[in-house]
Nanobody
Framework: QVQMVESGGGLVQAGGSLRLSCTAS????????VGWFRQTPGKERERVSC????????YYADSVKGRFTISRDNAKNTLYLQMNSLKPEDTAMYYC?????????????????WGQGTQVTVSS
């Protein structure tokens, strides 16, 4: 059974930092690209960042470039998202996801497995 479990969310003031983690089990983590999405009520799920199998390629949404850093530890089957200089508009439920492929898909449909999400709230 595949599980992807996020942690690290919480309440933080604007300008602060959080580090999200996502630990995967039941799948060959090293053979897949993995990424982070976020969603707020009434809006579509937004791709925040993605990292290829060997970490050679990364993607960031324009809204988070220069503030967020994605990384992975294949030995620990764990994905990270370091979020700095947080803004109130970063408030959302954050989800990790494992892709079908070694490279990052451009749409959520390209991701096979999803976590349950961790809430990030940034106060102004």
């Amino acid at each position: 059974q595949v599980q992807m479990v996020e942690s690290g969310g919480g309440l933080v003031q604007a300008g602060g930092s959080l580090r999200l983690s996502c630990t995967a089990s039941g799948l060959t983590f090293v053979d897949r690209a993995v990424g982070w999405f976020r969603q707020t009520p009434g809006k579509e799920r937004e791709r925040v960042s993605c990292i290829s199998r060997n970490a050679a390629l990364t993607y960031y949404a324009d809204s988070v470039k220069g503030r967020f850093t994605i990384s992975r530890d294949n030995a620990k089957n764990t994905l990270y998202l370091q979020m700095n200089s947080l803004k109130p508009e970063d408030t959302a439920m954050y989800y990790c996801a494992a892709a079908r492929f070694v490279y990052c898909p451009s749409t959520p449909a390209g991701f096979s497995y999803w976590g349950q999400g961790t809430q990030v709230t940034v106060s102004s």
